[in-house]
Nanobody
Framework: QVQLDESGGGLVQTGASLTLSCTIS????????MGWFRQAPGKEREFVAV?????YYSDSVKGRFTISRDNAKNTVYLQMNSLRPEDTAVYYC?????????????????????WGQGTQVTVSS
């Protein structure tokens, strides 16, 4: 059984930093692309970043967020700096098979086979 466990969300002020973590069990981590998505109230789930053979970011977080992975710990991280109120959302990690596709492959929610339960990030102004 595949399980993704997220942690690290919280309430912060504008300009602050947070690091989200997601640990996967039940699959060979090194063979997976690991992505982060977010969903704000009333909006669709949107792509944030992915770590496979390459890393890709959405334009809205590029330069502020950094995705990284530790294959030994089966964990992917999302370091979020210079947070803004518009970053407020539930953040989800997800796992996709295949690590070396082009960036656009990973933008779609449907590419991912497994999802975490989500962690709330709230940025106050």
């Amino acid at each position: 059984q595949v399980q993704l466990d997220e942690s690290g969300g919280g309430l912060v002020q504008t300009g602050a930093s947070l690091t989200l973590s997601c640990t996967i069990s039940g699959r060979t981590f090194s063979s997976l692309a690991m992505g982060w998505f977010r969903q704000a109230p009333g909006k669709e789930r949107e792509f944030v970043a992915v770590s496979g053979g390459y890393t890709y970011y959405s334009d809205s977080v590029k330069g502020r967020f950094t995705i990284s992975r530790d294959n030994a710990k089966n964990t992917v991280y999302l370091q979020m700096n210079s947070l803004r109120p518009e970053d407020t959302a539930v953040y989800y990690c997800a796992a996709a098979r295949g690590r070396y596709y082009a960036a656009t492959y990973y933008y779609a929610v449907g590419r991912y086979d497994h999802w975490g339960q989500g962690t709330q990030v709230t940025v106050s102004s």
